[in-house]
């Protein structure tokens, strides 16, 4: 079995590459199952029922988000009704949605964790580490494999909760800084990880973002109105290869993939 985890998609860049790419990666690589990060979809910020339909048509079986999954106020039409839309489960127990979902892939039933960070992150969240046991203890027994987008800032953070959870889910990927690490591996007991799957996003940019707003930012101090780049895209990715007699992770690969034109 084959999996594609797919970095945050930014703006209307990030959509178009992204559907423009994943059904000829799903094709090349027989790849049985796409999960992919949408919170920035919507010009950079949050996710629409049409963005959201966007991802569906273009390859996305799962759509994950994170600390920006309330930016579009129109989420709220579907947060509740689509089953294959996630946001970060250590938000408040009443908080509309839900944070995990299992998918069937032909026989085989896989669990998506959406689970967001502490360290550097805003607004504070329940603790990932105590929540994802009580999860696992809910759906482990109705899951062959189990997927975890870990959306958060420090690198310290993801590593820690990756160990944590070694040998007893599939892969904990990283999401949120948008930049993709070059850390992938197989952990001692199992677990595919990489810190950071990086994004789908206008590549002539920072974070996905227009160069001159976000730098006029930083040098003056004063707020600055981002804007999604525009031009020639990137679209970063890992294929985790499993085994289909145990489920485990055998091989984790980086994606990285250039558009030629803008």
């Known amino acids: 079995m084959r999996i594609l985890m797919v970095g945050d998609v930014v703006g209307k860049p990030g959509r178009y590459f992204f ?13 049985d199952m796409v999960v992919v990060n949408g919170e920035n979809a919507a010009h950079g910020k949050g996710l629409t029922p049409n963005i959201f339909a966007e991802l569906i048509r273009g390859g996305a079986d799962v759509v994950t988000t994170g600390n920006h999954i309330w930016d ?19 938000y408040p127990e009443d908080t ?3 944070g995990f979902c299992i998918f069937p892939v032909g026989k085989k039933k896989v669990g998506v964790i959406n ?9 504070p969240m329940d603790d990932p580490f105590r929540l994802a046991e009580k999860i696992l203890k809910f759906i482990e027994k109705d899951c062959d ?9 420090a690198t310290s953070e993801k590593l820690a909760f990756a160990n944590y959870l070694d040998g007893r889910v599939t892969a904990v990927v990283g999401t949120h800084t948008h930049v993709q690490t070059a850390d992938e591996k ?16 206008a590549e002539n940019s920072i974070l996905g973002m227009a160069v001159e707003p976000v730098i006029k930012r930083f040098v003056t101090g004063r707020p600055s109105k981002f804007e999604v780049a525009e031009g020639a895209a990137v679209y970063c ?3 985790i290869d499993l085994d289909n007699k145990t489920n485990k992770a055998v091989k984790i690969e980086r994606i990285q993939i250039r558009s030629r034109h803008g």
């Open 186 to 201: 197989i952990l001692p007991k199992g677990t595919a990880y990489i810190s950071d799957l990086g994004m789908v996003g």
């Open 115 to 123: 689970m967001a960070g502490r360290t550097f992150m805003q607004p």
């Open 237 to 239: 990715a890992v294929l």
């Open 72 to 90: 579009n106020p129109t989420v709220m039409e579907i947060i509740d009704t689509e089953p294959f839309l996630l946001r970060p489960a250590n």
């Open 96 to 98: 509309p949605g839900k």
């Open 19 to 31: 559907m423009e790419q994943t059904p000829e990666l799903k094709q090349i690589h027989k790849i």
């Open 145 to 153: 494999i189990i997927l975890i987008d870990f959306h958060a800032e």
